[in-house]
């Protein structure tokens, strides 16, 4: 009798996870279909600069929370959660709203944003994504990208910022508000965490 109940158990813990694989293997499949294919000419037109291999790194670093410049491969579940590929997200989101006119809330919309992202993860060179996204992206006080938020808050070439404004300017993206280079009530805090972000980029570096 023992016996009989644990082969039962054991066939309804196989069906379960089947099925569960199965509906995992229909999503991915779903997505695949629903993605928007981004080349690297629909990328260059908006692309303004380049980026050292220095601001990759810490681009890769403070965005990405990664060691190497790279996308980092994920499950569709995990993107759900939390997206661990920012600047393919921003880039598909950018580019849907150029060419899906749909609302950013709407589901399809969403499904079609998340599918793009993960294939442009998959597929997109990291060095031209990241050129569009800090071409585009906003830095606060009405300046997008970044050769024009380096003259404003550092009054030089964005070839030319050095390691520590480079990281103020990630943290300016990431939060205009919060990371306001021109607030001076701001300057303490904002002091403190590129402190940290450097040190703890330095020490991954060096590993």
Request: glycine share 4%; proline share 3%.
């Amino acid at each position: 009798m023992p016996s009989t109940c644990i082969k039962i158990i054991g066939r309804g813990v196989l069906c379960l996870l089947s099925v569960v694989v199965a509906l995992y293997l229909a999503v991915e499949l779903f997505l695949h279909f629903n993605a928007v294919e981004i080349s690297h000419s629909d990328l260059m037109p908006q692309s303004n600069l380049e980026l050292s291999q220095m601001q990759l790194d810490l681009a890769g670093h403070i965005l990405q929370k990664s060691k190497e410049p790279r996308f980092s491969p994920t499950l569709w579940v995990q993107d759900l959660v939390q997206c661990n590929n920012e600047i393919a997200s921003f880039v598909a989101a950018s580019f849907l709203n150029r060419t899906l006119p749909l609302s950013t809330r709407s589901l399809k919309r969403q499904v079609v944003q998340l599918a793009t992202a993960r294939r442009l993860a998959g597929r997109a060179a990291y060095k031209d994504c990241c050129n569009y996204f800090f071409s585009v992206a906003y830095f606060g006080n009405g300046v997008y990208g970044l050769a024009e938020a380096s003259l404003l808050y550092f009054d030089k070439e964005y070839t030319a910022l050095e390691q520590r404004e480079f990281i103020i300017l990630c943290l300016t993206l990431r939060n205009p508000v919060l990371y306001n280079p021109l607030e001076e009530r701001r300057q303490h805090h904002i002091q403190q965490v590129a402190d940290t972000i450097q040190q703890e980029f330095e020490s991954s570096s060096a590993e």
